[in-house]
């Protein structure tokens, strides 16, 4: 799949086929991220993969009910854990140098965005879940200290195919020389 395709076919995938998804398919999503960039090369994310189903419903008790992607965390054949090694983004000699603290997120999101674009060219389906307990599923995956968990996503073959969301026009996001966009 060509990669504007992918970015602009790729839909957020709440309900999954049962059919397993092999380990080699695992490792290429995860190759995938493995070479996002990051901040001085530092690397910090690291990822966690589930398959189990009881530690599968137990990172779905750390999301609210409410959370659409609830069912999608246990029923998925595979959940995937982006965690982050802290104070290495954004660091520099043990110093933090941007004005915006630890890079660890900005990193994580770049690797995952390559997750789960390459996941969705294999044809598979993800889903970012940002609204959960982070330090309930650390407890869960028993992640150690320095590191904390960011967000998940369920993997697995779409049972579904959601239409294409509206996205704003080039005109309303971006400037030029200065911002200059009305509100």
């Known amino acids: 799949m060509e990669i504007q395709e992918a970015i602009k076919s790729r839909r957020a995938i709440r309900r999954y086929k049962t059919t397993p998804v092999d380990d080699r398919t695992i490792e290429l999503v995860l190759e995938a991220a493995r070479w996002a960039p990051s901040w001085a090369n530092t690397q910090c994310w690291r990822f966690i993969v589930v398959r189990d189903a009881n530690t599968k419903s137990r990172l779905a008790a750390t999301l609210p009910e409410s959370n659409p992607a609830f ?3 246990k029923e998925a054949p595979v959940v995937i854990v982006a965690c982050a090694e802290l104070g290495k983004a954004g660091y520099k000699r043990g110093e933090v140098t ?3 603290g630890d890079w ?3 990193d994580v999101a770049l690797a995952m965005q390559n997750l789960v674009l390459a996941a969705h060219s294999l044809g598979l389906g ?3 879940i940002g609204l959960f307990d982070a330090k309930k599923a650390a407890g869960v995956l028993e992640v150690p200290p320095g ?6 996503t369920p993997l ?3 049972d579904h195919q959601p239409s294409p969301t509206l996205r704003k026009e080039l005109t309303k996001i971006v400037s030029y020389e200065k911002y200059s966009l009305k509100q």
């Open 147 to 152: 590191f904390c968990v960011v967000t998940m």
């Open 104 to 106: 660890y997120m900005f």
């Open 71 to 73: 069912n999608a965390v």
């Open 98 to 100: 941007t004005d915006k």
């Open 156 to 158: 697995g073959y779409p």
């Open 126 to 128: 993800t889903v970012y």
